[in-house]
């Protein structure tokens, strides 16, 4: 079987937002910065720097306006923020985030205990965000959550997917991300939603995010890349987690994934080195070990030293 | 693109030798035992049970000879034993070990620095071995370490790693692993490398073996399944490690593999909520958390139950 990996797969860098929102540890401004400059200097073009929810429901992001404020604003990156209803957009749109990231679950059960409404609530207020934010300059995503799995409903019918597809983009979101949000998609699955979901919008406009929950982040990803999918979320050192997994990881880990597009000779434009340098300083910022596995192994072109018994073999 | 998951995969566990030989504390042979007992009562058709090398060099599976005659031998169970000599072969066959595994690595230096000896050395001590087993009725199982990258040397040459395989099949092994020993492997090259030995060897007698080092054991799994391969090593809760990567994951954890193929339909044959209960006893016998994800995130059909507060919404 011949398969092409020579299209650029555009990684989404999603650990100050996704990574950085459960954190127990307070992870001071001055250092979600930093973080977020380092991550530009990786080479990403795309990086969600943070949200615009109410510090009550997330604490540790609270801080998200400064944030937007003080990053280093590096030409051809899109900073992204992701909000929950048209108060978040306002304070993203002043903050002058690029990208306003919407979020809706595919299961009903599943938008009520997130979002705290039904999915008719959630739709009507992306129509009222629609209209605050046309002619800002800024871009809409609009994600699916529990797009592959629910964890209270289980499975979710493909054609909901679909259809919610269809009403984002009739809504005007530029981009539409399919979540994987407690990491219950296999790869067959995949490939079957993104090859339905790639007759419906074209590849630079879909996003796949990926949770590592059961072991299968990357092999997801694989398969939504040989289904045409091109860009996907990950988050440095697989930082983020999943509440109903605890123990088990959550996001994909950004240099994993940079790490296997390098050695299946798929364009990044990340500079993985400098990435794995940047992903050993999360245990220090966060206070705990972060499941990314390259960090802990080095690239497979970092050599050991021969031990020197053997030359006496 | 069509791919055909109806064939049975088949998983060799593991855990028992390459998961317990590197454990710092010592697991009671009456607890090796119980292991062993239970994983067959898991459904598994396949076993490494121990191996038969110096105590000095592995002391952790010093109890091979009791622990092999003590296992309740379960009808259609092969219980396999790794070897790395004359000696190590005689011990096996007085244990009643059903097929032995030998090891020798692509790459000459890995080799010296794993069986302090050259490959020349490992091949004469094979055929040596070869001639002892012959009409015991005990099968012969070799395996290509290294088979996809060498910590030492690098990328290894896959004409190499075929001229080995039909050395090995010159010599009359019946059976043939390929090993990602430190998890250096990437689906694209394995694709390649399973389809090349498969123009050599029936599907039937050659076994994967990879290592989830760097996040892609799984996703190698599903790419040599699709190229055919239908026989896979794998070690309960990812137990089991890799000296070059503290920290990283060693051997595929073997309840994530099942839970993947449930969620494909790929058939295993084996009762995954046992084996997720068993995996949950490890980190008391072992005395440390394990990298498994399933026995910590549950199955995908294991569903939450919904909280209060959405009932009011």
């Known amino acids: ?70 990053i280093g604003r590096r030409p051809g990156v899109i900073y992204v923020a992701l909000i929950p209803n048209v108060k978040g957009a306002e304070r993203a749109l002043a903050a002058h985030a690029d990208e306003l990231n919407l979020v809706m679950s595919a299961s009903e059960t599943h938008n009520r205990a997130n979002m705290r409404m039904s999915c008719e609530q959630s739709l009507a207020g992306f129509g009222d965000i629609v209209r605050l934010v046309a002619g800002s300059g800024a871009s809409l995503n609009a994600t699916v959550a529990t797009a592959f799995g629910c964890p209270f409903e289980g499975r979710i019918d493909e054609d909901r997917v679909a259809s919610i597809v269809d009403t984002y983009r009739e809504m005007g979101m530029q981009g539409i991300t399919l979540a994987d949000t407690t990491g219950m998609a296999n790869p067959r699955q995949v490939a079957r939603i993104v090859e339905r979901v790639l007759g419906r919008i074209p590849a630079e406009a879909l996003t796949l995010h990926f949770h590592n929950t059961r ?48 050695e299946l000779s798929i364009p990044t434009g990340i500079d993985l080195l400098k990435l794995i340098e940047l992903s050993r300083t999360l245990p220090a910022l966060v206070g705990h070990d972060v499941p990314g596995q390259v960090a802990k192994a080095g690239r497979n072109c970092d050599l050991h030293p021969v031990p020197a018994y053997v030359r006496t073999i």
């Open 1 to 70: 079987m011949i398969r092409d990996y020579s299209q650029r797969l555009v990684v989404q860098e999603v650990a100050p937002r996704d990574g950085l929102q459960i954190e127990q540890k307070w992870v001071e401004t001055d250092d979600k910065i930093a973080l977020i400059d380092n991550l530009s200097a990786c080479g990403f073009t795309r990086i969600e720097a943070g949200s615009f929810v109410s510090p009550k429901a997330i604490p540790a992001l609270r801080d998200g306006d400064e944030v937007f404020h003080r």
């Open 215 to 262: 072991g299968l982040g990357l092999a997801n990803v694989l398969a939504a890349y040989e289904a045409g999918a091109r860009r996907f979320d990950a988050s440095l050192g697989g930082l983020g987690g999943c509440p109903f997994a605890p123990g088990a990881s959550g996001n994909i880990c950004t240099e994993d994934l940079v790490a296997m597009c390098e």
